[in-house]
């Protein structure tokens, strides 16, 4: 089973940071798991006294908390340290939209994302007092993953209080293989599309099934099945039903093709609708 | 059994089809002639046109009420292809822009099979208005001269159009008999057409105006023909002339210039005009269906691509959709694809049997009628519609309809929609919006488990540029559903999509479905216009009109506070379930206004815009109505005056209820509905009596409210209140009925 007993929070001293560790130690005390703070830059008296006066002015103190320092390359040195920390969850702060230029180079929160070995918690607004999560919207993609995703996300709603979850199952339009041309199309398609979503789910429901009563027994879970571009459209549903937490499977091999065309969790990434978690589970497979 | 039962469905229909094709054949064969004249062509390649288009498409098209035919918007880049192709010998030049008609088949037919119809949508509203008006002065400014008696201006549209005022003084210059009656024959033609919707006689209107123009001039050479035994009356070069042998004398067209790129530049503009004329047809002719249909449209453009194939081979002209025959096909009755067959079968009944009849036409009258064709395409008040939605939209059009007219059609579109961006990137102060988000997905739909309504959310900015997004998620979306559109996460919202959005809430209350768009009220709209543009950076809107009220107005309000009733002078688009009835199930409603409504809400007294055919076949109508809610269940009928008309409204299914005990209502008035024997136990003594002794109104039926009309026009106040009270009378005497 998934924990998230092991937290590594990058942090650089930017105007969100107040917020993004309050947040972290928040995430930190839900899990009841063990918090580091890593910082890639030079290690300064004056930072450390900044900083440590930040970590003690939270009212929220999980038990074990230590901070590291180092000098290097951000998402490299990140990285590594969350392998020799084995971290089960990386938790960064993001700007909710990148520009065109830092896109395609990749930002350090997306670098990350896209070569951890483990899930990363990306924050777009974090706060410094508590603004509780209570809808949570995950994917349901038919692929290997799904499984341990959707089980995160109970874990995660009963961790962190959330009462409602949805299931998004995206197909792809494709997949309905009618284009609606006339009435008599229509109807085709209609069917058609009634079929897959039926299907989705019950497939996506027995996930929900199968997983311990006691993790879905609180919680208020619906399914809902969304016809359009895979990994762009659950962002766009995100949005309008005003998630507070977005979760999704992780991708492998994203090289730099994916992201020039984008799809997937691409899309995702390129705007983020809210808070995204996505679960990755390599190391324990 | 759906088989036999469709066969013997089609076989009822067949008189009423058969009728309509007739009908429009009368007008198509006219129009025909005319377009092809105006296009340099022989007077023959544009009945060619039409017969192979009805024949062909009616068969493999996608469409249900559709005509197709030559079309208006072609004639100039036709011409310009003869023009250009020929270097001054207009017949070499009409053969090679027959091989450019052919290729521009089998485009158009490729434009079908790879499903490219939605390709359309990326022209911006405004530019392609402008780019029609531009078509319409083409054709007025080189017909207006020929409309004279002058057939040798030459030049291109701007110099013709300058040149109009010479043409005219040159008729008082020269005043030979001649040249007197050519003029006379198309400036009468001219002033009758203007005249024609005006005449309010439905028996009249049999006949649509173009052939009452062609059967008049007619007359005229027949008269000096016959009784003044004057066989040329007019100059041979202001008649139609038509090969002697028509089967055999078909021109080959020719393939000479096919790799140049001038060859290839006409055969684009062509595809282009071509795809743009059909596809904006067919969606009009939809908005008309009776039956509601939804057209394939790009199973119509393969079909419409092979019959310009067809066409083009046997020396005939581009076959596209065009919207003045297809509405008189419409308010004719047809409901099927066999009207446009017959349309075709009859033209060629017409060509072989009365092809010296039709030598007689002389131009003058055919260039009456394409004067008024192109005038109703550049009239000034499409240019105040598109004015009224916005300034930016206005600037648009005049950018397109200027730069169309001094450079080419294609040039002239490509710079309204340049125009068109560069008003979208000033008014959004930046051009960052729709560069970052212009190839990504932007729009969500989602059937919501639960309530069962389809969730459309819009992101970024929705324009002309990805319109075609939205739409293909529209399209899925049955019309009998509830729709929700959602805005509020979209930054901007141009005047093509706020008229597309209009276009679809129109579809779905006609197929009672509900379409609602909501996110909107933080957005901004430079005018009061329902399609101006919305965008959400807050603008101070500048234009504040202060209505004041007509005398008529002014008096209505007298009455509402006399009768206590609730005036609202106010125009307003949502005109509830008046597309249920018959009345107005082949007409267009516009907007009513002039609402007075009654305390308890039973009754409701309004006038009415709406519109009946499309385009020179339109006719825009205001008459004033009552709605008054039944007091019980009635059965649906049709209560009018009994004439003419009505008797041919039985060819068409329609049947007169007739009472064997009461000869005068049974005389006077025409009784029809489905269910016969509940109207005539609806129809008692008394009701009878009842209807005998009022005057006579329109009265339609449709189960839970009444509707009940005067003359077909605005009634005047002393009208109003006898139109109430007969009202107030009825509802007594049905409600005694009741009891």
């Known amino acids: 089973m998934l924990k998230f007993k092991k937290i590594l929070v990058g942090f650089a001293f930017s105007p969100n940071l107040k917020a993004n560790v309050f947040e972290a130690l928040r995430m930190a005390s839900f899990f009841n798991g063990e918090l580091m703070f890593f910082h890639v830059g030079a290690k300064t008296p004056e930072k450390v006294s900044r900083f440590m006066e930040l970590v003690k002015s939270c009212p929220v103190q999980p038990k074990k908390i230590s901070v590291r320092w180092e000098i290097g390359n951000p998402v490299s040195v990140l990285l590594k340290a969350s392998e020799a920390f084995k971290a089960e969850l990386i938790i960064l702060g993001a700007l909710k939209r990148e520009n065109v230029v830092k896109f395609y180079m990749g930002s350090i929160a997306r670098k990350i994302t896209r070569r951890s070995n483990c899930s990363v918690l990306l924050l777009i607004n974090p706060s410094v007092e508590r603004h509780p999560c209570q809808h949570i919207v995950v994917n349901g993609f038919e692929s290997p993953q799904t499984k341990t995703t959707i089980e995160a996300s109970f874990i995660v709603a009963n961790a962190l209080g959330a009462k409602k979850i949805s299931l998004v199952e995206e197909i792809s339009r494709s997949k309905v293989a009618v284009s609606v041309d006339d009435d008599r199309s229509l109807r085709r398609a209609m069917l058609k599309k009634e079929k897959l979503s039926r299907r989705e789910q019950t497939r996506v429901s027995d996930f929900v099934k199968n997983l311990p009563l006691k993790l879905t027994e609180k919680i208020n ?16 549903y995100a949005k309008v039903v005003r998630a507070d937490l977005l979760v999704m499977n992780a991708e492998e091999n994203l090289g730099f093709f994916d992201r020039l065309f984008t799809h997937d969790i691409e899309h995702i990434l390129a705007e983020l609708p809210t808070d995204v978690l996505i679960v990755n589970n390599k190391k324990s497979e | 059994m759906n088989k036999v039962n469709s066969a ?23 129009l025909g002639l005319g377009l092809a004249l105006a296009s340099e062509a022989p007077p023959i390649a544009g009945i060619i046109a039409a017969i192979a288009g009805g024949i062909v498409v009616s068969i493999m098209g996608g469409s249900h009420l559709t005509i197709t035919g030559p079309g208006n918007g072609l004639v100039i880049v036709i011409l310009s292809a003869i023009v250009g192709l020929g270097n001054g010998d207009l017949y070499q030049g009409y053969l090679f822009t027959l091989a450019a008609i052919i290729i521009s088949g089998v485009l158009l037919f490729l434009f079908g099979l790879f499903r490219l119809g939605g390709l359309s949508e990326f022209f911006p509203s405004s530019a392609l208005q402008g780019m029609l008006a531009a078509i319409g002065v083409g054709i007025l400014a080189k017909q207006f001269h020929v409309m004279l008696g002058f057939t040798q201006v030459k030049g291109n549209t701007l110099r013709q159009l300058a040149l109009i005022p010479e043409s005219i003084k040159n008729i008082f210059l020269n005043p030979s008999f001649e040249f007197l009656l050519a003029s006379a024959i198309g400036v009468v033609s001219l002033v009758f057409l203007f005249l024609y919707s005006r005449i309010r006689n439905p028996l009249f209107h049999l006949i649509p105006a173009p052939m009452w123009v062609v059967i008049g001039s007619i007359t005229v050479i027949y008269y000096f023909d016959i009784i003044q035994n004057n066989s040329q009356v007019l100059n041979p070069a202001l008649m139609i002339t038509l090969p002697d042998n028509l089967i055999g004398s078909f021109p080959s067209p020719n393939f000479g210039k096919m790799f140049t790129s001038e060859f290839m530049g006409h055969t684009m503009s062509i595809t282009l005009v071509a795809v743009i004329e059909s596809l904006l047809s067919i969606k009009a002719v939809d908005k008309l269906d009776p039956l509601k249909r939804r057209s394939n449209i790009n199973k119509d453009l393969r079909a419409l691509g092979i019959a310009t194939g067809v066409s083009g081979f ?21 409901n099927n694809r066999s009207a446009n067959f ?8 017409f060509i072989l049997l009365f092809s010296k009849q039709i030598q ?10 394409l004067v008024y064709t192109g005038y109703r395409l550049a009239a000034p008040e499409n240019l105040l519609k598109i004015y009224k939605v916005g300034k930016e939209q206005a600037i648009i059009f005049i950018t397109t309809l200027v730069a169309t007219l001094i450079t080419s059609l294609t040039t002239g579109i490509l710079l309204g929609i340049i125009a068109t961006l560069i008003v979208h990137v000033f008014l959004n102060k930046s051009s960052f919006l729709f560069t970052q988000n212009w190839l990504k997905p932007n729009v969500l739909m989602y059937l919501e488990e639960g309530s069962g309504n389809y969730y459309v959310s819009v992101k970024s900015f929705c324009s002309f540029l990805n319109f075609f997004k939205l739409k293909a998620k529209l399209d899925e979306i049955p019309p009998t559903e509830h729709a929700i559109v959602d805005f509020s996460l979209c930054e901007f919202v141009d005047h093509t999509v706020m008229e597309g959005m209009n276009d679809y809430s129109q579809g779905f209350s006609r197929n009672g479905g509900v379409f609602e768009i909501i996110g909107l009220d933080i957005h901004e709209a430079g005018t009061e216009h329902p399609f101006a543009i919305r965008k959400s ?7 504040n009109f202060n209505i004041s009220l007509t005398n008529r ?22 005109y509830g379930d008046l597309e249920h009835f018959i009345y107005f199930r082949r007409k267009l409603i516009n907007y009513s206004y002039n609402s007075l409504v009654s305390e308890n809400k039973n009754s409701l007294l309004f006038d009415l815009s709406y519109s009946e055919g499309a385009f020179i076949a339109k006719e825009d109508l205001k008459s004033t109505f009552l709605q008054i809610k039944a007091p019980y269940q009635m059965p649906i009928f049709i209560l009018d005056k009994e004439n003419l008309m009505s008797s041919l409204y039985g060819l068409s299914g329609l049947q007169d209820i007739d009472f064997k005990k009461h000869p005068d209502f049974s005389k006077r008035f025409f009784l029809s509905g489905e269910d016969k024997k509940a109207i005539r136990s609806f129809f008692t003594n008394d009701l009878i009596f009842f209807f005998e002794s009022h005057p006579l109104y329109y009265i339609e039926s449709k189960g839970d409210s009444i509707l009940i009309r005067g003359k077909e026009r605005l009634a005047s106040i002393q009208e109003i209140k006898h139109l109430l009270a007969f009202a107030g009378e009825f509802i007594k005497l049905l409600d005694t009925k009741k009891s």
């Open chain 1, 221 to 236: 879970w619906t399914t809902q099945s969304i016809f359009g571009k895979r990994g762009y459209s659950i962002g766009h």
């Open chain 2, 8 to 30: 013997r469905r089609f076989m009822i229909d067949l008189p009423k089809n058969v009728f309509s094709g007739f009908v429009v054949s009368l007008i198509a064969l006219p």
């Open chain 2, 314 to 334: 046997f020396g005939g002209l581009n076959v596209v959709t065009v919207i003045a025959r297809s509405s008189v096909n419409v308010n004719n009755g047809a």
């Open chain 2, 342 to 349: 017959f349309h075709a079968a009859f033209l060629l009944v």
């Open chain 2, 360 to 369: 007689l036409i002389p131009l003058p009258a055919l260039a009456a009628i």
């Open chain 2, 537 to 543: 950076l807050p603008e101070k809107s500048f234009l």
């Open chain 2, 553 to 574: 107005q002014k008096l209505l309000n007298e009455l509402s506070s006399v009768l206590n009733w609730n005036y609202l002078p106010d125009p307003v688009s949502s």
